[in-house]
């Protein structure tokens, strides 16, 4: 017996469940983030839960200052079934992740300067 088979969803779904535009979802698709999505008899995409997840890893990357290239080299190796790849893309996401924290550290210190000048400006009015 087998089960039911996978939800599809149309892209106005997809991009209600992810967040990106379906501009983005086009371009991803386009450069190679988004491979092998499907299409319906009327040839209109269609994404599946696993493309959705594969968006959310997209999103955070994104969202975290990764490269568009290294963005698709990371995508070009988690399709590849060589175990070899592995060790890439750990090494990427260990650079990705270096870079992330030293942003981190920067934003804090740059905070930190802000809220002196809050309090700095608060000192002077108050009476």
Same mark, same amino acid.
């Given at each position: 017996? #087998?089960?039911?088979?996978?939800? *599809?969803?149309?892209?106005? %779904?997809?991009?209600? !469940?992810?967040?990106?535009s379906l501009d #983005? &979802? !086009? /371009? /991803? %698709? +386009?450069?190679g983030l988004l491979a092998g999505v499907g299409r319906?008899?009327?040839?209109? +995409? +269609?994404?599946? %839960?696993? @493309?959705l997840q594969w968006l959310g890893v997209l999103r955070c990357l994104r969202d975290t200052g990764m490269p568009i290239a290294d963005m698709r080299r990371y995508a070009e190796l988690a399709r590849s079934d060589d175990p070899?790849?592995?060790q890439e !893309?750990? @090494? &990427?996401l260990e650079r990705h992740q270096g870079a992330v924290r030293e942003r981190i550290a920067l934003l =804090?210190? =740059? %905070?930190?300067? *802000?809220?002196?000048?809050?309090?700095? /400006? !608060? #000192? *002077?009015l108050e009476p």
């Open positions: 017996m #087998t089960g039911a088979p996978t939800p *599809l969803l149309t892209p106005a %779904e997809t991009v209600e !469940r992810s967040g990106f #983005t &979802l !086009r /371009y /991803y %698709e +386009r450069i319906a008899a009327s040839g209109h +995409r +269609r994404f599946t %839960e696993g @493309d070899s790849s592995v !893309r750990l @090494d &990427l =804090q210190a =740059q %905070e930190g300067h *802000l809220a002196e000048k809050i309090g700095h /400006y !608060r #000192t *002077l």
